[in-house]
Each structure stands twice: as structure tokens, then as C-alpha cells.
């Protein structure tokens, strides 16, 4: 695996796992016999998602320490938001696609920054 692409592997996670709770949230929203069909919580939840995947993909392109972290952040609430609206809409689907995207988050923080300095021995 090339090295900008293993950079990039947290954000890739989380868009994926943002689409795929997009997806669902649509399938709920539309879906009649769901239980939340036509509902405005379930058409939050996807815009949340929808917004999700939209962070996601500004993670891989910007590289600022400040903005990074902003956007993590941001992240982080948002993942924490649509989760819970997933447990009050009961589309576990959702729930588990916002952890999947949590992992993600947690790999790109884990990456090695750009702006690390070499150590001074």
C-alpha cells in the first residue's frame, strides 16, 4: 500500500461508513413499514451523514495542524449526533455504521502527522 494512501486510510473508513449510513438513513426515510417513514428524524440523520461523508473527504485534503483538529472535532460531535439519533430512530444500522466511521476517525488521529518533528537525540 503506498504511503499517501495509508495516510489517507482513517478518512477513507469514515467516508465509507458515512455513505453506508447515508444509504440506510434514505432506505428508512423512504421505505414505507420502517417505522420512521417520512419521518424529519430520519432525514436529519441522513443530512447528518450526508455532512459526515462531506468532512470526511476535507480530512484528506487539508493539511493544517489547527484546521485538522477543527475538523476531528467536528467530526467526532457529528458521528456522536448521528448515533444517538440512530437510537432514537431504532436503525441500529445507522448506529453501527457511525462506529465503523469512529474507527476510522481513531486511525487518522493515530496516523503519523506531517508536522511531527524528528526527535532530538
Not at 500500500?1 to 458515512?18: E, N, T
Not at 434514505?26 to 436529519?44: I, S
Not at 487539508?62 to 437510537?87: K, P
Request: glycine share 10%.
Amino acid at each position: 500500500m503506498s504511503q499517501p494512501l495509508r495516510a489517507k486510510m482513517g478518512a477513507i473508513v469514515l467516508l465509507i461508513a458515512s455513505l453506508v449510513g447515508l444509504a440506510i438513513a434514505l432506505y428508512a426515510y423512504f421505505t414505507p413499514l420502517t417505522g420512521v417513514t417520512g419521518t424529519l428524524g430520519a432525514l436529519v440523520a441522513g443530512a447528518a451523514c450526508f455532512a459526515l461523508a462531506v468532512m470526511a473527504l476535507l480530512l484528506m485534503l487539508v493539511t493544517g495542524r489547527g484546521a485538522t483538529i477543527a475538523l476531528r472535532l467536528l467530526i467526532l460531535i457529528g458521528i456522536a449526533g448521528t448515533f444517538f439519533a440512530g437510537l432514537l430512530l431504532h436503525q441500529r444500522w445507522i448506529d453501527a455504521a457511525m462506529v465503523v466511521g469512529l474507527i476510522g476517525l481513531i486511525i487518522d488521529i493515530a496516523r503519523p502527522s506531517s508536522h511531527a518533528r524528528p526527535a532530538h537525540f
